[in-house]
């Protein structure tokens, strides 16, 4: 189904549920033509199953940093031991990510905002873990001789929300449409906000790495290329009992030419918002 025709179907199943039922709620959703904007809520008529829980890693890295392959070696080996359900970010920070000359920069603005917000970080390769503090920690941000261990304490933990990612792109605008449906499973009763990310993989940079080796063909995977929220997330703001169902879309237009759609993903995540902000699910999809 053409993603417009999928928009303006959420927006009339909304309505239904709200003309059957005075206890069913619907938001403001505004049709435009040639771009389509949507805040729509309202309570599902069925709960769905909870998915299983998936731990997000956000990495803070560079390219000159020479540690830091280590780090990419790592979050390989955990992708290949939890599959989908672990889902790593990799945010060239400016720290030790000054490009080489010829290559593409791969530090952003939103990149930094996220160290900012989840740092301060004192070294490269570091990390935050589902953005949880845990236990005996100060920060949520630690180096990658504990990623593992709490990837594993996270991967047992349950969730009580369903995240769905949609996604069309046009080959002739460059256009990214996405619709992200977060239904509650189960009631959440501290603020939640959510945050929307582009990536890309397959990238080719020089990297430096130990022994202070130059790779001039190194691959980078993971590389934050945009938020298509706030870097503090949008604010959902609506009561979060079970069957509870928030649907947000987002339009991006015209993507760099120098990014390859085939290798871009769209990372959605819920999360906690205040003094605490542990990411309560994420998922993950192709762009094409």
Not at 49 to 65: S, Y
Not at 118 to 131: E, F, H, Y
Not at 205 to 217: C, E, H, N, R
């Amino acid at each position: 189904m053409h993603l417009q025709n999928r928009i303006r179907l959420l927006i009339a199943l909304a309505s239904t549920l709200l003309y059957f039922n005075s206890c069913k709620e619907v938001g403001p959703a505004i049709d435009l033509t040639g771009e389509t904007t949507t805040d729509t809520t309202y309570i599902a008529t069925q709960i769905e199953t909870p998915q299983d829980k998936n731990v997000l890693l956000e990495e803070f890295t560079g390219v000159r940093c020479v540690n830091c392959p280590q780090g990419h070696e790592l979050l390989d080996n955990l992708e290949n031991q939890h599959g989908e359900r672990f889902i790593a970010v990799s945010d060239h920070s400016e720290f030790l990510a000054d490009p080489y000359d010829g290559d593409q920069d791969l530090r952003t603005d939103d990149a930094q905002a996220f160290e900012d917000l989840l740092g301060p970080i004192s070294a490269k390769p570091s990390a935050a873990v589902d953005r949880k503090l845990f236990s005996g920690e100060t920060s949520l941000v630690y180096f990658t001789q504990k990623w593992a261990n709490y990837v594993n304490q996270q991967i047992s933990q349950t969730t009580p929300v369903n995240i769905h990612i949609e996604t069309a792109f046009s080959n002739n605008t460059r256009n990214l449409d996405v619709i992200i449906t977060v239904h509650y499973t189960s009631e959440e009763l501290q603020d939640n906000k959510l945050t929307v990310l582009l990536l890309e993989d397959g990238i080719i940079t020089a990297q430096i790495g130990q022994g202070s080796v130059l790779d001039t063909a190194y691959n980078q995977n993971r590389v934050l290329r945009q938020s298509l929220t706030s870097t503090n997330g949008l604010a959902l703001n609506t009561t979060k009992e079970a069957g509870r169902v928030i649907v947000k879309s987002f339009t991006v237009e015209n993507l760099p030419l120098l990014w390859n759609a085939d290798e871009l993903r769209v990372i959605a995540l819920v999360h906690r918002s205040g003094s605490a902000m542990d990411v309560l699910q994420a998922v993950q999809r192709d762009v094409n």
